[in-house]
T-cell receptor, first 112, second 112 residues
Framework: DAGITQSPRHKVTETGTPVTLRCHQT?????MYWYRQDPGHGLRLIHY???????DKGEVSDGYSVSRSKTEDFLLTLESATSSQTSVYFC???????????FGQGTRLTVV | GNSVTQMEGPVTLSEEAFLTINCTYT??????LFWYVQYPGEGLQLLLK?????DKGSNKGFEATYRKETTSFHLEKGSVQVSDSAVYFC???????????FGSGTQLTVLP
């Protein structure tokens, strides 16, 4: 299995509070991604990174920011959590932009 | 833009039945195609892939053939087992896109 660790695995937070999710990899892959999974929508891309300090938006980036200060870590921040951000968040990595991606175990976030 | 359409679920089969899950796509250029599987409470695992037209991906008894003329990548298995119960996602990575585009997923339940 690819070395990808997401933390925390579960979190409950209140509306309006900031939340940071962490993805850590030990594979030295260049690309890292954050997806959210919601019933009926499959997985939708939030943000991705193609190198240290290089990031770009996905299709559902509003309300989220990311940072990648070193190869192994990719942080996803919800500046002010809303109930619509209740979801399961998956981190993924890939070696190149055109190869398969490997996924972490997911973080279940509940905003109350 | 890129898109993936999967057959709606849920799909319920008896053990040893034949499985087909339909997947069609829209993409510019020559995309790579993937099937991922998600077991309950886990992240997504790559099941198989095909990177060019007429390629057949296969793994664990599952197969899918990249059909450019019909823009399809249907997943098949000749004899399903209870342990195949999971959610299956079709995905593509196309052209200059650096991210995967997923279908909405198909829930498969296999009964003994």
């Amino acid at each position: 299995d690819a070395g990808i660790t997401q933390s925390p695995r579960h979190k409950v937070t209140e509306t309006g509070t900031p939340v940071t999710l962490r993805c850590h990899q030990t594979e030295n892959h260049r690309y890292m991604y954050w997806y959210r999974q919601d019933p009926g929508h499959g997985l939708r891309l939030i943000h991705y990174s193609y190198g240290v300090k290089d990031t770009d938006k996905g299709e559902v980036s509003d309300g989220y920011s990311v940072s990648r200060s070193k190869t192994e870590d990719f942080l996803l921040t919800l500046e002010s959590a809303t109930s619509s951000q209740t979801s399961v968040y998956f981190c993924a990595i890939s070696q190149q932009g055109d190869t398969e991606a490997f996924f972490g175990q997911g973080t279940r976030l509940t905003v109350v | 833009g890129n898109s993936v359409t999967q057959m709606e679920g849920p799909v319920t089969l008896s053990e040893e039945a034949f499985l087909t899950i339909n997947c069609t796509y829209t993409a510019t250029g020559y995309p790579s195609l993937f099937w991922y599987v998600q077991y309950p409470g886990e992240g997504l695992q790559l099941l198989l892939k095909a990177t060019k037209a007429d390629d057949k991906g296969s793994n664990k008894g599952f197969e899918a053939t990249y059909r450019k003329e019909t823009t399809s990548f249907h997943l098949e298995k000749g004899s399903v087992q209870v342990s195949d119960s999971a959610v299956y996602f079709c995905a593509l990575r196309g052209g200059s896109a650096r991210q995967l585009t997923f279908g909405s997923g198909t829930q498969l339940t296999v009964l003994p």
